[in-house]
T-cell receptor, first 118, second 119 residues
Framework: GAGVSQTPSNKVTEKGKYVELRCDPISGHTALYWYRQSLGQGPEFLIY????????DSGLPNDRFFAVRPEGSVSTLKIQRTERGDSAVYLC????????????????FGPGTRLTVL | AQSVAQPEDQVNVAEGNPLTVKCTYSVSGNPYLFWYVQYPNRGLQFLLKYITGDNLVKGSYGFEAEFNKSQTSFHLKKPSALVSDSALYFC?????????????????FGTGTLLAVQP
């Protein structure tokens, strides 16, 4: 079946511009996550959606970053007034969620969007 | 603080030899642990997970990992390495919610270990 898809695969923008990154999760996955991976580092959590609502946005670095998931499927990560330090690969992941303390499903990752801010 | 450590930036092993990629963690409560592999220009692929039960977990492509609670470790192993196993490997732990009743399923990743298997 289809995996997680992300568009665009590459995005080059100028400092100060606004960008949107899109994620299509695996069909039926209620949980969706955004991570950011800088060169030589592991992925760093940004935000987690359960359905349409953001259950945990503690990883968003500042108020320039915002994400939505209006219909509980596709999600868009929005970055305003981009800075050179925002350059990274932005990863999206999705998972099933059955709930309960001993039930936890692995996250399936998309190929990422490489954002370069000049 | 909740964290994952992968003490080796790179592991070199000859094809056919056993391999170990090390991981230690720090998290409150019972840990949920994961290994992912990343090939060049591709996304992270899930290998295996430990949630509860048997300390030896078997996963994809012949990989396994051993959970050791007393040493807070979750090392990745394979009895016989292949050249095609060469990739970047990440260990991750599910974060414990900071507040009682809080919701999070976020993963905390290590910095990754580059596995290089020589023919």
């Amino acid at each position: 079946g289809a995996g997680v898809s992300q568009t665009p695969s590459n995005k080059v923008t100028e400092k100060g511009k606004y960008v949107e990154l899109r994620c299509d999760p695996i069909s039926g996955h209620t949980a969706l996550y955004w991570y950011r991976q800088s060169l030589g580092q592991g992925p760093e959590f940004l935000i987690y959606f359960q359905g349409t609502g953001a259950a945990d946005d503690s990883g968003l670095p500042n108020d320039r970053f915002f994400a939505v998931r209006p219909e509980g499927s596709v999600s868009t990560l929005k970055i305003q007034r981009t800075e050179r330090g925002d350059s990274a690969v932005y990863l999206c992941a999705s998972s099933l969620y059955r709930g309960g303390p001993s039930s936890y499903n692995e996250q399936f990752f998309g190929p990422g969007t490489r954002l370069t801010v000049l | 603080a909740q964290s994952v450590a992968q003490p080796e930036d790179q592991v070199n092993v000859a094809e056919g030899n056993p391999l170990t990629v090390k991981c230690t963690y720090s998290v409150s409560g019972n840990p949920y642990l994961f290994w992912y592999v990343q090939y060049p220009n591709r996304g992270l692929q899930f290998l295996l997970k430990y949630i509860t039960g048997d300390n030896l977990v078997k996963g994809s492509y012949g990989f396994e990992a051993e959970f050791n609670k007393s040493q807070t470790s979750f090392h990745l192993k394979k009895p016989s390495a292949l050249v095609s196993d060469s990739a970047l490997y990440f260990c991750a732990v599910r974060a414990t919610p900071m507040n009682y009743g809080g919701a999070t399923n976020k993963l905390i990743f290590g910095t990754g270990t580059l596995l290089a298997v020589q023919p």
